[in-house]
Every structure is written in C-alpha cells, then in structure tokens.
C-alpha cells in the first residue's frame, strides 16, 4: 500500500514539474501504444465501504478487493495482476490490473473481451493498458 502511495505521489510531482515545460514548449500529439492482452478496470463506488473509517474501512476494502478480483476471474478469465488499494480504500472504487493470455495472442478476443466487460454493469470502466509517449520541441524565439 505504501509503494502505491508512493507510486502516485511521485508521479503526481513529475507531472506538476513538468507542467511549465510543457507550456514553453509546442507539444505534438502523444504517441500511444496499447499494450495487448493488458487492461485496467474500475468498478463503481461501494458506500458501504466508506461508511467506515480507519482500520475497518482498510477492512472493508480488503474485502470488497478479494470479491470483485474473484468476479473477474470466475467471469471473465483474467489474471489479476495488481489492486490499486490506496485508490480503492480512499474512493471507494475497486481499481485492478488485469491480463489475459488469450487477448495477448489474438486481437480480436482483446476486442470481444472488452466489449463484454464495458457491457457489464457490475464495472464502471474498462480500458485497455496503454503506453503514452509525451514529444514536444522547443518553440523557437522570434
């Protein structure tokens, strides 16, 4: 949980650093890269876990985690790779990393695989794991 946190908070600096570059700099459009076979998904907020404070609502989380990474196995056959607790714990929201060997190999079962989960109205959002790549050039003085 702690190197979540961390995880976060150090990207939250790097892109707050490097926010004013940005605006010296004309920026071209990102580069994207979906990583196949790779998804993220958010599942909607749970009340009964904010109810509670503390320790028991780290509880609670831990709980609603356990059940909602079940449900994306048993439906769905994806690996869970990684919960995102802290977010989950503050928001309320299970956030998981998921793969699945067979949308890693074929594309259109990445496809068919997504359409299903953004169709289930257990999950908030889906999108696949994507890989963005920031370019900009310095804008030249006049």
């Not at 599942?43 to 356990?66: H, N």
């Not at 994306?72 to 503050?90: D, P």
């Amino acid at each position: 949980m702690k190197s979540t946190v961390i995880l976060f908070s150090v990207l939250f600096l790097v892109s707050v650093l490097c926010f004013p570059l940005q605006a010296a700099e004309k920026a071209k459009p990102a580069e994207s890269r979906v990583i196949q076979g790779e998804f993220l998904v958010l599942f909607p907020e749970r009340q009964a876990v904010l109810a509670f404070e503390g320790k028991e609502r780290a509880a609670a989380t831990s709980v609603m985690l356990d059940m909602q990474a079940e449900y994306l196995k048993v439906r769905y056959g994806v690996s869970v790779e990684n919960t995102f607790s802290a977010i989950s714990e503050t928001t309320g929201k299970g956030m998981f990393f998921v793969t699945c060997e067979k949308a890693k190999e074929i594309a259109e079962y990445q496809e068919k695989l997504l359409e299903e989960m953004r169709a289930d109205p257990l999950i908030e959002a889906v999108s696949p794991n994507e890989v963005r790549k920031m370019i900009s050039v310095p804008v030249k003085p006049q």
